[in-house]
């Protein structure tokens, strides 16, 4: 079972800003919430991680709460382009097993 | 930089005949690797992991296996495919464990 609880889609209009959360409520202290994201029938591309302070990067910022059991991830300008299914998950440090759940399908409107 | 290449990009197989699916990743050395299935409309799942040559850790018994020939080279293979064994094949890599997961491009395998 995904450790992650998302909506199963949105919608967003073009040049407006996504914000995509995510629940993670069961956390624990070495855990990392990374996302990604898949456009069809592509590998899942890999967009943002985070420990528990809030990071940017070109892509997206990613915003962690302080109880660290949920996070938001934001495309600043969403474009037709990321329309795509968006995966929440979070990973252990120095641990293989990754659960990817059914991830949240944004579309993103003209 | 590095890049991960999975082939073929897809195929169609006939029930009870083998598979053989192979990914290489350059621009590293010693990655761990992966492969997953994804399901249609459905999350990933994990299938197995390699630490290094000839390491192999399964997380599904099944149908498959993987075997891991050369420090840049995973391949996923079956000896006889089922119905059930259709769905896109990620491989991925990362420098260690817990680390960032890259994705290659998938393979779209049907089972007939």
């Known amino acids: 079972d995904a450790k992650t609880t998302q909506p199963p889609s949105m919608d967003c209009a073009e040049g407006r800003a996504a914000n995509l959360p995510c629940n993670h409520s069961t956390i624990s202290g070495n855990e990392y919430v990374y996302w990604y994201r898949q456009i069809h029938s592509q590998g899942p591309q890999y967009i943002i991680h985070?420990?528990?302070n809030n990071e940017t990067n070109e892509m997206a910022s990613l915003i962690i709460t302080e109880d660290r059991k949920s996070s938001t991830l934001i495309l600043p300008h969403a474009t037709l382009r990321d329309t795509a299914v968006y995966y929440c998950i979070v990973r252990p440090w120095g641990g293989f097993k990754t659960i990817f759940g059914a991830g949240t399908r944004l579309f993103v409107k003209a | 930089s590095q890049t991960i290449h999975q082939w073929p990009a897809t195929l169609v197989q006939p029930v009870g005949s083998p598979l053989s699916l192979e990914c290489t990743v350059e621009?590293?050395?010693?990655?761990?690797l992966y492969w997953y299935r994804q399901a249609a409309g459905r999350g990933l799942q994990l299938l197995f992991y390699s630490v290094g040559i000839g390491q192999i850790s399964s997380e599904v018994p099944q149908n498959l296996s993987a075997s891991r020939p050369q420090d840049r080279q995973f391949i996923l293979s079956s000896k006889k495919l089922l119905l059930s064994d259709s769905g896109f094949y990620l491989c991925?890599?990362?420098?260690?464990?817990?680390?960032?997961?890259?994705f290659g491009e998938g393979s779209w395998l049907t089972v007939v």
């Open positions: 991925a890599w990362s420098t260690g464990p817990g680390n960032t997961i890259y």
């Open positions: 621009g590293t050395s010693n990655p761990n």
């Open positions: 985070g420990l528990k």
